[in-house]
């Protein structure tokens, strides 16, 4: 069996603001992607949604970014004797990175399978041409981090720069709604024209965030990683990506005893994180008892 795997991302602090060229800190999650080549005709199979498509098959944004993977790696039209079967062991549109990780694992399946000997660059870039079609103009973050893993500062051009962190253990908390990674982009796009300078001025207060968080993890202060945390939320409500779901997990988290909680990704649903250490059974048990569903997992290492 020929199977790729990638890894899903966390951002810990820095979203929106990295796609204004801000560095963000982000660290991959233990679990991601697995696309396994089966015998078939070049269909990408997806059995938890139900689907099983063509390249570039209309009105179907997976089958685009299939389509833009083929493309970026020369193989549109070229026959295929495999199927591709996607198996995700991480939330899906939830701003974990899933579509990124499909995309990275795909390459490398596709890479395997037909022998084609890829340079990191071009998975990289056959995994852009498909977040391109997911995301619009991302700032490619998130297929940078399923990637190469572990834990870093990634700047829009410049790419990822390894910490020398240990591996974190975070609570995941689902919102039960999906991010809407495009339209926060948007969103906080038009805001950026409304007002630049106020922006700039809060990209700013993130990025120094983003600086004082990758000093945190780095000495394993997890106190003031959580601070950091709770204050890149605070300047994410002002940017319009949070969302009501978002702001009474994040409050449930902290009371239940977190450092620091925030959203995580896209924004206006997906995700919120928590750093509690020693207390991640009370915080998912008090998220349960509002009605979200969570998980612990580790972030920051590499495949499990
Ligand atoms: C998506 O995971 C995070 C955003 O910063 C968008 C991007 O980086 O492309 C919202």
Redesign the pocket.
């Known amino acids: 069996m020929t199977a790729g795997q990638a890894q899903g991302?966390v951002?810990l602090l820095g979203?929106?603001a990295?796609?204004y060229g801000h560095p963000?800190l982000c660290g991959a999650l233990r679990d991601g992607v697995t696309v396994e080549a089966v015998p078939g005709e070049g269909l990408l199979s997806v059995p938890a949604w139900g689907k099983r498509i063509a390249a570039g098959a209309q009105g179907d944004a997976l089958g685009q970014a299939y389509g833009a993977i083929l493309r970026s790696l020369a193989l549109s039209g070229r026959p295929l004797h495999h199927d591709f079967v996607v198996r995700f062991a991480i939330p899906t549109s939830a701003?974990l990175?899933s579509s990124a990780a499909l995309a990275v694992a795909l390459a490398r399946t596709l890479d395997s399978v037909l022998g084609l000997g890829l340079a990191a660059g071009a998975v990289a870039e056959a995994a852009l041409a498909a977040e391109t079609v997911f995301?619009g103009?991302?700032?490619?973050?998130?297929h940078t981090v399923a990637q190469h893993g572990g834990f870093g500062l990634f700047r829009r051009e410049q790419g990822l720069s390894p910490l020398p962190a240990s591996s974190l253990p975070l609570c995941i908390g689902l919102t039960g709604r999906a991010r809407d990674?495009r339209g926060?982009?948007e969103r906080v796009a038009e805001l950026y024209r409304q007002d630049p300078d106020g922006m700039q001025g809060r990209f700013a207060a993130i990025a120094a965030l983003v600086q004082r968080g990758a000093k945190a993890v780095t000495e394993g202060d997890l106190a003031a990683l959580g601070e950091a945390m709770n204050r890149n939320q605070q300047e994410l409500r002002h940017l319009e990506?949070s969302c009501p779901e978002i702001e009474s997990m994040c409050r449930i988290a902290t009371d239940a005893g977190a450092l620091g909680a925030k959203l995580t990704?896209?924004?206006g649903g997906g995700c919120v994180i928590a750093v509690a250490p020693g207390r991640e059974a009370q915080v998912q048990e008090a998220w349960r008892r509002a009605g979200f569903a969570s998980f612990v997992t580790s972030v920051g290492g590499r495949p499990s």
């Open positions: 991302k951002i979203e929106h990295v796609v963000a701003g990175g995301h103009r991302p700032s490619g973050l998130d990674t926060r982009v990506v990704g896209g924004g």
